[in-house]
């Protein structure tokens, strides 16, 4: 089990990018899909493996969407001193919104700590608030 856990000044967590693509599938509940760039750096001395991710997405109409899990996209990248690991992933809405959360991670020395992840706008454009 893991100890206490606290946010680690080591891993830097970067939002590269944020694309609007109407031409990916989406439901019509929730029509507006965005691909998010999303690069995870580590500015400590030590290795730290991502064990896990925390997401909020709250559109703009009021609902509130938590994805958790094990991972990211599937995997449990170790991101070695100086590294970082990137990645891209998308979500669908049905109006405009802001995302936010945090990565969950050990450290080579057992120490559990998590980053927050920026809050970011899905700004669908030509959409009034």
Known sequence: MAGVIHEYEGLRVKVDDVIY?????APPEKP?????????????PVPVTIRGRK??????????????GDGVV?????????????YNSYHVVAHGAKASGAFFGETATGEWIFS????????VPGWGK
């Not at 693509?21 to 599938?25: E, T």
């Not at 507006?32 to 400590?44: A, E, G, L, R």
């Open 32 to 44: 507006h899909p965005f691909v998010y760039f999303i690069s995870i750096h580590n500015d400590s």
């Open 21 to 25: 693509m109407p031409s990916l599938d």
């Open 74 to 86: 599937g995997q449990t990248p170790v991101i070695d001193p100086g590294g970082h690991f990137s």
């Open 55 to 68: 997401w909020v997405v709250q559109e703009d109409g009021g609902e509130i969407t938590v994805v958790e």
């Open 116 to 123: 927050r992840i920026p809050e970011f706008r899905l700004e």
